[in-house]
């Protein structure tokens, strides 16, 4: 074989490894069976192109790429993002990938990888059309949340320190009052064991029945007669004076007193 | 030391000037082509197969130890073999053949005298035997150091399916996470610059080469040793100019 042959097979065969190790790692796509997707941010935690995308932790896709845009609004809120993430998803897991969906940038792993989430959507809801631009969920940030931490136990040092002996009286207070409903609930059990007090209880109870049954019969039908007429009564005892009434009682030779 | 810095400085000027100085003897460059790659690949391949394989299991022996976890380490292993393990020690090899064979062939013209000849004949000795290894070795570091790397790769990827139980899709996946296309560009452009100061290390030490089969061998030795101590120092420096690119 002639040294340019083999040369040329060799350098062949670096051409194609290179392809191959490009088409290893994701560069290049030439059978890509992806739908790409705008995702917007405010604060976008670290992740970098080529951070995973998943959906309901299955990897369908990656960040393709990030850009900064200081003008962008979103479409239907009119809300200031600054930040566009295009990602791709896979055509086998678009369907689940809908208008109800959220984009959330999760950690993984020992090393904290960053990584897109969508969560997928309800069957209600349409499926995002290629390209639409989509709100994504800020995540949070951890130094604010670690500084507003200390400025919270700071104040609350602060508290404890100016007000240490009125927080010991309280907590005092707090201690007696615990005992003396501890002391009320032992009171309470040791009464409700007493015979005594079954007695009392079991005759409230017949006063009770009693009561209900008198409540019944008044509102049985000779009751509401009864107190019909005696309404009836009353009204036409109502423009007679005291006077009138006295005289129909002497005649009747009733005596009473009245007003 | 000076003249000899002198010496190398001035040589390497006329070398990379008489680079785009045609005529180009394409059939020699061919040929020396062929030395520097397709001659060289089985040793190469053999020993980087061999140093890929040690790597990762001893990238997975101090992981556990460490934090007992080792599934990082397709992911490390990878980037190490890449951006540096392949490429130097395909270059380290590439010196010992190559370089040590050009450093003696050009130190065996020079003590019988055929340098000389050839610049009787108005040949520029530089133009006809230093600018076709250069070339040769330029080209064939980038091709070497390209299926070293790959080769590399492939064997951790063996080793770490058939001893720490990982499969070729997690260490595919776990390679994707750490590596990137420009860590073998990087590495391609690393090989082919050691691939340039091959033959010009050993092509000054072989035109200086005093008489005698000793001064032949001093020549060789030399050629070795500058060669890989200069690979080494410039390993460093392109490490460092490429960091600022990640």
Redo the contacts between chains.
């Keep these: 074989m002639r040294p340019q042959t083999k040369v040329g097979l060799l350098f062949l065969l670096s051409v194609v490894l290179m392809v191959a190790f490009a088409f290893a790692l994701g560069v290049l796509q030439p059978f890509s069976n992806s739908n790409e997707l705008k995702v917007a941010y405010n604060f976008a935690g670290g992740i970098e192109v080529g951070s995973p995308v998943r959906v309901m932790g299955i990897k369908v896709g990656k960040v393709r790429s990030i850009q900064f845009e200081p003008q962008f609004k979103m479409p239907e809120s009119g809300e200031q993002v600054k930040l566009v993430i295009t990602i791709s998803v896979s055509k086998e897991a678009w369907p689940t990938v809908r208008k109800d969906s959220h984009f959330f940038i999760n950690l993984a792993g020992v090393i904290g990888e960053k990584f897109l989430e969508i969560s997928p959507g309800t069957l209600e809801n349409p499926e995002l059309t290629p390209g639409q631009v989509v709100r994504g969920e800020d995540p949070p940030r951890i130094d604010q949340l670690i500084s507003q931490s200390y400025a919270v136990a700071g104040k609350i040092l602060e508290f404890v320190n100016k007000n240490e002996g009125s927080l010991v009286d309280t907590i005092d207070t707090l201690n007696k009052l615990v005992l003396n409903f501890d002391k009320m609930l032992k009171q309470l059990d040791k009464t409700a064991k007493d015979p005594e007090v079954h007695k009392i209880v079991k005759n409230f109870n017949a006063i009770l029945d009693d009561g209900a049954f008198f409540t019944h019969e008044l509102r049985g039908p000779e009751a509401q007669k009864t107190i019909k007429l005696l309404n009836e009564l009353f009204h036409r005892l109502e423009p007679m004076d005291a006077k009138a009434i006295k005289k129909f009682l002497q005649e009747e030779g009733i005596r009473a007193r009245l007003f | 030391m000076t003249a000899t810095l002198s010496d190398f400085f001035v040589y390497s000027t006329r070398t990379f000037k008489a680079l785009f100085q045609p005529p180009f003897r394409s059939k020699d460059t ?2 020396q ?2 030395f520097v ?2 001659q060289s ?1 089985p040793v190469i391949v053999f020993c980087v197969s061999f140093a890929a394989m040690v790597t990762i299991m001893e990238s997975s022996f101090h992981m556990k130890l460490m ?1 007992q ?1 080792d ?2 380490v397709p992911g490390f292993a990878s980037l190490l073999i890449l951006r540096e393990l392949g490429v130097v020690v395909s270059s380290l090899l590439l010196t010992s053949r190559v370089g040590a064979g050009l450093a003696a062939e050009v130190g065996s013209m020079q003590v019988t005298e055929q340098v000389d000849a050839l610049r009787m004949l108005g040949i520029d000795p530089i133009r006809f035997l230093v600018i076709p290894r250069l070339i040769a070795c330029t080209v064939g570091g ?2 070497l150091s ?2 070293a790397n ?1 080769v590399c790769l492939y064997c951790a990827m063996l080793i770490s399916e058939l001893k720490l139980g990982y499969s070729s899709g997690s260490f ?1 996946t776990g ?3 750490f ?3 420009k860590d ?1 560009v990087f590495a391609m452009i690393k090989g082919g610059c050691f691939g340039t100061v091959i033959p010009i290390v050993s092509c000054f030490f072989g035109l200086r080469c005093e008489s005698g089969a000793e001064g032949v061998g001093k020549a060789t030795t030399n050629s070795v040793v500058v060669a890989s101590v200069a690979i080494i120092v410039m390993d460093f420096v392109l490490t460092y100019i490429f960091s600022h690119f990640y």
Excluded: G, H, K, P
């Design positions: 061919f040929q082509l062929e790659t397709w690949l934090v976890n599934s990082l980038v091709i390209l299926i790959l595919l390679m994707r996470a590596v990137s296309y073998l």
